[in-house]
């Protein structure tokens, strides 16, 4: 296995060991689990609410215009009678009351008239009238009415037996639900007058908002069904609950009533799914009172009757950020039970989640320890998709609640994890490759060889590029005469500087060969100014070896001038070689131009020499033509030029030049000759008119 390999298979174990780290604290911290399950829920609900269906559900609502209206709250006796009455001569197949009068009528005649100084006549004819509660007792006695009652654990007397009959078909799964300790109930006149019972228990998560409603409840050693199982029971006219349990557990799973199966969890509760506020599921009090309410919104329907009056402090928060009276909660519950609407939470479904968090997990730790980058974020967008999109197909299609943020959660980390080793291996490898090769080969080779590992691959293209050759004159001298320390020394100092001054032209580093540096331009990185970075550099070269000569000299280390060759032209650049060994090169006839035009230097007398190929691509060109050379074992002639630094005067010699160019020799020789002892070119074309040659084209016999 390669090293690479052996990094890549690191990296997956980091990622798996993060893998099981975050599985197991999904299943060790169920606080962290909780809180991603209800942002997944409170997310499909806002997303898809349960579209308004409308069944025979109503609300009677207490609200601010009937408090209005007929007085504050509570209300006498006598008037919720009258409410009662009115419902059930409106038809309505139960009347589910979510308020708990656990206290006597204050307003009733012989409790207000306690204190006051009555005769006992007048205290005797009080008596006779009416009891408020006596009378709502009489109205509840009328049929379909079921009174609520809340849970406490503080002491609340005795307790009452629920109304509605459980048949078990399975365990009893009383030992398996939470106690509730005591109800806090209706007055017991009014509890015995009514068809039914159900608790009034819902409590909010710990951010205040109600997923669930219980149906079934423990009180002590008893059960008893909630205001909505009840309403539904007492309007079916049934008698019995029938309460299924898994045989293993004793757990709850579903309940039935009649040919109504409503599934449940373990604690006897079902989630809810809400609609958006619906205004037609509301008819308020005073309305059933003055006899102005439509019947049509009452005849054979469920009725329960609360508060939405802002002062009665009954108002609650759902997964849509509405805030409502908690009477709707029992209405949501009754609408979604007879549509069969009621999400499910099967108990193998933290399992599967949990199943898929591992699934999920090594997908993206593969994904980020084998795959580019790109095609690793691209395989995380499709495994959160597809988990998204199963979690949406479930409950849309099937009302089965999933959660896929642990499984997201889970397997992000652990890709996570993966990728930032991957990358700190990725970083430690390119640091090593850039550290072990700047010194050798060019900065831009290397970036473009981190940067495009492809290139790697033997192959080339053809590109222009530029090229400076350079030769260090008496260098062969220096090695016969020099020990191998001195040499070295030397030779170092000299090569450094020429290096550097490549590198600092973002030259690339062809070759060197003992003395002799070769530098490109344009390769591996595309320069269009490679032709001025090439003068540039050769420029500096020039200047740097003059001054390095000179210091050499003074330390007793006999060194020539640097004979530089400048050329521009299409070449092939690329990796040559082949499985053992590859170079990256340029290959072309350029390459050897550049070359020949570092050795006519000897003859012209001059230190650089630029082909007219590369000054066409110089606008700023500064320097002077050396003429029209025809290299040897070349048949066409190559114009060449001098470069010279800034600020050099060249007027003499181009008008010597331009006479030469026009075939006027000797005028061009007089003009030449005042020049000939400083320059050294000028003297190399006075001996050539001298020796009978005319123009500017010049031979070279020699290399």
């Not at 070449?571 to 035009?597: E, F, H, K, P, Q």
Request: hydrophobic share 50%; aromatic share 4%.
């Amino acid at each position: 296995m390669t090293g690479k390999a052996k990094a890549k298979m690191r990296a997956a174990a980091l990622g798996a060991v993060a893998l099981v780290l975050a599985v197991f604290a999904l299943l060790l911290v169920p606080q962290a689990r909780t809180r991603l399950d209800h942002l997944a829920f409170d997310t499909l609900q806002n997303l898809w609410p349960r579209p308004y269906v409308q069944v025979p559900v109503r609300i009677v609502d207490i609200d601010e215009e009937s408090l209005a209206k007929l007085g504050q709250w509570p209300w006498p006796r006598h008037s919720l009678a009258a409410l009662v009455e009115s419902l059930r001569a409106a038809g309505a197949a139960a009347i589910a009351l979510d308020i708990i009068l656990a206290e006597p009528d204050r307003t009733a005649p012989a409790r207000v008239s306690a204190d006051w100084p009555l005769s006992p006549a007048m205290r005797q004819t009080i008596q006779t009238l009416p009891d408020p509660d006596a009378v709502l007792a009489a109205a509840i006695a009328g049929g379909s009415v079921v009174t609520g009652f809340a849970a406490s654990h503080q002491p609340a007397g005795a307790q009452s037996t629920a109304k509605a009959r459980f048949i078990f078909s399975g365990p009893n799964p009383l030992a398996a639900l939470p106690d509730l300790g005591q109800g806090v109930r209706s007055l017991p006149a009014l509890e015995q007058a009514a068809a039914g019972t159900g608790a009034i228990a819902f409590t909010a998560d710990g951010d205040g908002i109600i997923r669930r409603v219980p149906l079934i409840v423990r009180l002590g050693d008893q059960l008893h069904p909630s205001l909505a199982l009840e309403a539904l029971r007492v309007a079916t006219g049934k008698r019995n609950i029938l309460v299924k349990a898994a045989a293993e557990t004793g757990a709850l799973t579903q309940l039935a009533l009649g040919p109504l199966q409503i599934p449940v969890d373990a604690q006897g509760s079902v989630h809810l799914h809400y609609t958006k506020p619906q205004a037609e599921r509301f008819v308020p009090a005073w309305k059933v009172l003055d006899g102005s309410a439509d019947p049509r919104a009452l005849d054979g329907h469920v009725v329960f009757v609360g508060a939405s009056a802002k002062g009665l402090l009954d108002l609650r928060l759902t997964p849509h950020g509405d805030i409502v009276p908690g009477v709707v909660m029992h209405a949501e519950a009754a609408e979604a039970a007879q549509l069969g609407a009621l999400p499910q939470r099967p108990d193998w479904m933290e399992g599967a989640e949990t199943l898929l968090a591992v699934i999920a997990g090594l997908i993206l730790i593969a994904a980020a320890a084998w795959m580019a980058p790109l095609a690793g974020a691209l395989t995380t967008l499709a495994v959160a998709t597809l988990l998204l999109g199963l979690t949406a197909l479930l409950f849309l299609d099937m009302r089965l609640l999933a959660d896929p943020l642990p499984a997201l959660a889970a397997a992000i980390i652990a890709h996570g994890i993966t990728a930032l080793v991957r990358h700190r291996q990725d970083q430690a490898e390119r640091a090593f490759i850039r550290g072990a090769f700047a010194r050798y080969i060019s900065p831009n080779l290397v970036r473009h060889l981190l940067d495009n590992p492809q290139s790697l691959a033997v192959g080339g293209e053809r590109r222009e590029c530029s090229f400076v050759m350079t030769d260090l004159a008496g260098f062969t001298t220096l090695v016969e005469k020099s020990d191998p320390a001195t040499l070295l020394h030397v030779l170092n100092g000299y090569i450094d500087g020429m290096v550097r001054i490549a590198f600092t032209h973002q030259g690339t580093l062809d070759r060197i060969v003992g003395d002799a540096v070769a530098v490109m331009f344009s390769a591996p990185v595309m320069q269009p100014d490679h032709a001025a970075r090439a003068v540039a550099c050769a420029l500096e070269m020039d200047a740097f070896s003059r001054a390095y000569v000179i210091r050499m000299r003074e330390q007793g280390h006999a060194l020539g001038i640097t004979r530089i060759g400048v050329n521009t032209g299409m070449v092939t650049i690329g990796n040559v070689g082949g499985g053992s060994i590859s170079d990256y090169r340029a290959l072309g006839d350029a390459v050897n131009a550049a070359a020949r035009l570092e050795t006519v230097n000897r003859h012209l007398g001059t230190h650089i020499c630029v082909a007219g190929s590369t000054v066409e691509r110089c606008p700023d060109f500064h320097g002077r033509p050396v003429g029209e050379l025809v290299l040897k074992g070349k048949s066409e002639a190559t114009l060449a030029y001098e470069p010279l630094p800034a600020g050099s005067d060249a007027q003499a010699y181009l008008a010597a030049y331009a006479l030469m160019a026009a075939g006027d020799t000797a005028a061009a020789a007089d003009a030449f000759a005042p020049l000939a002892d400083s320059d050294p070119l000028a003297a190399f074309h006075l001996n050539r008119l001298h020796a009978g040659e005319s123009g500017v084209r010049v031979v070279l016999a020699e290399k």
